[in-house]
């Protein structure tokens, strides 16, 4: 089993910056690929980003390309998402999420992960 919490939601500004962190317990962190996904109330839960195991590669969807950079510190048991120039579209609840037993880390959709976090509210007011 694998426990993911995040943290570092809350309310912003447009165009403000906006760091969240997952820290993970229960397995080797290092042998798991790391996602972030988002979800608005009423609709489905949107890919963000990607990270492998080794931190070496990333992926992400095209509406925050440029925007947001996933990282991880494998010493620490640690996903972030540094967001920044962040839009009203960007509000959501944002988990953080894991594949265990692959080295695929262009995988976007949910059903694709293991685990995942209990999510962290992020705000962008206009």
């Known amino acids: 089993q694998v426990q993911l919490v995040e943290s570092g939601g809350g309310l912003v500004q447009v165009g403000g910056s906006l760091r969240l962190s997952c820290a993970a317990s229960g397995r080797t962190f290092s042998q798991l690929v790391m996602g972030w996904f988002r979800q608005d109330p009423g609709k489905e839960r949107e890919f963000v980003a990607a990270?492998?195991?080794?931190?070496?590669?990333?992926y992400y969807a095209d509406s925050v390309k440029g925007r947001f950079t996933v990282s991880r510190d494998n010493a620490k048991n640690t996903v972030y998402l540094q967001m920044s120039s962040l839009k009203p579209e960007d509000t959501a609840v944002y988990y953080c999420a894991a594949v265990a037993g692959s080295y695929i880390y262009t995988q976007t959709r949910a059903w694709e992960y293991h685990y995942w976090g209990q999510g962290t509210q992020v705000t962008v007011s206009s």
């Open positions: 990270i492998s195991r080794t931190g070496e590669s990333s």
